[in-house]
């Protein structure tokens, strides 16, 4: 069992940057697949950021070049840097974590956070 406490959220005009932080109560990284996803009112949840157990990031096109994934083992914990933020950018933002078995991560994501808000005003 993993438990995931996301932090970091809050609100912010365009343009602006906040940075995302969740710690996960085990180690997990060398064997499981951690992300951030994202979900608007009536929108269906994206990933935005998911880092296979090799540490190999995928982005959303929607985001590359602005937001950043990282990591702290030592703290496992991840981070989401996000910059130069839009309001379309506005969602509830979950960590997730799921046991990695094959070369690539799996579709469903195990373990969730439960959540912290982004509100990007224009």
């Known amino acids: 069992q993993v438990q995931l406490v996301e932090s970091g959220g809050g609100s912010v005009q365009a343009g602006g940057s906040l940075r995302l932080s969740c710690t996960a109560t085990?180690?997990?990284?060398?064997?499981?697949?951690m992300g951030w996803f994202r979900q608007a009112p009536g929108k269906e949840r994206e990933g935005v950021a998911v880092a296979d157990s090799d540490g190999t990031t995928t982005y959303a096109d929607s985001v590359k070049g602005r937001f950043t994934f990282s990591r702290n083992n030592a703290k496992n914990t991840l981070y989401l840097q996000m910059n130069s933020l839009k309001a379309e950018d506005t969602a509830m933002y979950y960590c997730?974590?799921?046991?990695?078995?094959?070369?690539?991560?799996?579709?469903?994501?195990?373990?969730w956070g439960q959540g912290t808000q982004v509100t990007v005003s224009s």
């Open positions: 997730a974590a799921t046991p990695q078995y094959g070369f690539s991560c799996p579709e469903a994501f195990i373990y």
């Open positions: 085990k180690y997990t990284y060398s064997t499981y697949c």
